[in-house]
């Protein structure tokens, strides 16, 4: 459509790309603040609303396999706004549900949505960029993704308390609505490839293994890891998991291109989001627990007190913009990852008598050191990937991030459970928090020395460390190996 091109797509891919992921990002972070509400109204426990939490991850992990082809059939456009719309709509359900059982299953298209939301995005946005152009642009996109988690919380706690647990649900829409049509309005059709035939028993192979993971990931915690019910999932995920690789890498035109991780930089990069992600979403889930169980403070100070880690991001993502191409993403990552490290080792001396500004201080150096993580892995990542395979290396991207997010506070709650005396009725010690801590460092430490073994030359190349290296679209269409072979 002609109206489509009345603004250039690198101003519209990124305004659409931000929209999608601060609309995101504050829906999964508001809807916990209304559980309490929700309880009183619906005359349960906050504990019984634990579908509501578990359905929305479950049914993301569904529908990102499809994602990609679903991108390549339709067009990057297309599937963009139906899924926006469709995450739209089912928000106005939730909003409007007059049950237990109808909150859970309006959450649960919300998260078939967000699913196909997320690689549809990322997708357009690595397709309109190069590698050298993604590294600049971070440095602006990361500042709305910083701000949406830190003011959901308040946003959430305004609307409960002077309207409504629905108005949680219903302020999607005011916000998400312009942003549809400006992309109706202004993006332009995005297809680099012709998908093959449709693989239904990839999908549903893949599908049913990482929702069943999903779960038992989630309600290990809860559950306990010995529980029947989550032994069950884990145990048939991982079977189903196994199935789904073996299928699809037999399968001439999977839904999942497993293929992709042959390129050693694809896969190391991914590798380090997998088990980079559980102590810095760790740390941010562990943070708040501590200061309101361990030590008494309220959801305000508790709210002020995680906020400065989005300085520190804000501030690190800039400067690492700066030395992408110089350095390399291997350094930034490693880098970045031992100071995660370090700052954890910091938090678990913090006690009782620990006091807000020091606590403060400690989340501005751990934003720090995480703003060195996030922009460099993903940009990295897609380096060497063909733009033809860039929709199914972005699904991929999306399934390791969201199962690093689940890993985060299984592993957190885990360390907690462990390390609080059988039977106790109170809140863990504070020495259990200073364990999880620990635990988290440990991790991260792990994370920091793979890093370092990460072959960013084709990164660098690619970003333009080289000499002749700035890339442009087309060049990513190159063959993987002969791109390998030339970096080595």
């Not at 106005?92 to 967000?114: E, I, T, W």
Request: charged content about 10%; proline content about 6%.
């Amino acid at each position: 459509m002609p109206a489509s091109f009345r603004l250039s797509q690198r101003l519209v891919v990124p305004v659409m790309c931000v929209s999608v992921t601060f609309i995101a990002i504050v829906d999964g972070a508001i809807t916990t603040v209304a559980l309490p509400s929700i309880a009183r109204q619906f005359h349960l426990t906050t504990a019984a609303l634990d579908g509501v939490v578990v359905v929305y991850p479950v049914c993301l992990a569904m529908a990102i396999p499809a994602s990609a082809w679903l991108v390549e059939r339709f067009g990057g456009r297309r599937v963009l706004l139906t899924s926006l719309l469709g995450f739209l709509f089912s928000s106005l359900l939730c909003g409007a549900a007059a049950d237990l059982g109808q909150l859970v299953a309006f959450r649960a298209l919300q998260g078939l949505s967000a699913g196909v939301l997320f690689p549809a995005s990322a997708a357009l946005l690595f397709r309109t960029f190069t590698s050298s152009e993604q590294v600049r642009i971070s440095r602006y996109m990361i500042i709305p993704q910083q701000i949406a988690p830190a003011a959901a919380p308040v946003l959430g706690g305004l609307l409960v308390d002077h309207l409504s647990w629905r108005w949680v649900f219903y302020v999607n829409v005011p916000v998400g609505l312009p942003a549809a049509l400006f992309g109706l309005l202004f993006l332009a059709e995005h297809r680099d490839r012709r998908p093959g035939r449709f693989d239904l028993p990839g999908l549903l192979l893949s599908a049913a293994a990482l929702a069943t993971l999903m779960f038992g990931i989630c309600e290990g915690p809860n559950r306990g890891w010995s529980s029947p019910a989550v032994l069950t999932a884990l145990g048939v995920g991982a079977v189903l998991l196994a199935c789904a690789v073996v299928f699809e890498l037999r399968t001439s035109e999977p839904i999942l291109r497993l293929r992709l991780f042959a390129d050693r930089l694809f896969r190391d990069t991914n590798l380090v989001n997998l088990v980079g992600l559980v102590p810095i979403l760790g740390a941010m889930y562990l943070g708040p627990l501590f200061l309101q169980e361990g030590q008494g403070r309220s959801a305000l100070e508790s709210g002020t007190s995680t906020f400065p880690e989005a300085f520190g991001v804000l501030l690190t993502v800039q400067l690492a913009g700066v030395l992408y191409a110089r350095v390399g993403p291997r350094v930034i990552i490693g880098t970045g990852l031992a100071g995660v490290c370090a700052v954890l080792l910091l938090f678990s001396t913090c006690d009782a008598g620990t006091d807000l500004w020091t606590f403060r201080g400690y989340m501005f150096l751990l934003g720090i050191a995480m703003g060195g993580v996030f922009m460099p892995s993903t940009v990295a990542s897609l380096a060497t990937v063909a733009k033809t395979d860039l929709a199914q290396a972005s699904t991929l991207n999306t399934v390791v991030r969201q199962t690093g997010g689940a890993l985060a506070p299984a592993a957190v709650t885990t360390a907690l459970v462990l390390n609080t005396p059988t039977g106790a009725a109170t809140a863990p010690p504070v020495s259990a928090y200073q364990h999880a801590y620990l635990v988290l460092a440990a991790i991260a430490a792990v994370a920091a020395a793979f890093a370092f073994t990460i072959p960013d030359g084709p990164a660098r190349a690619a970003a333009g460390g080289r000499a002749g290296g700035r890339t442009t679209a087309s060049s990513r269409s190159v063959p993987v190996q002969r791109r390998r072979e030339n970096a080595l």
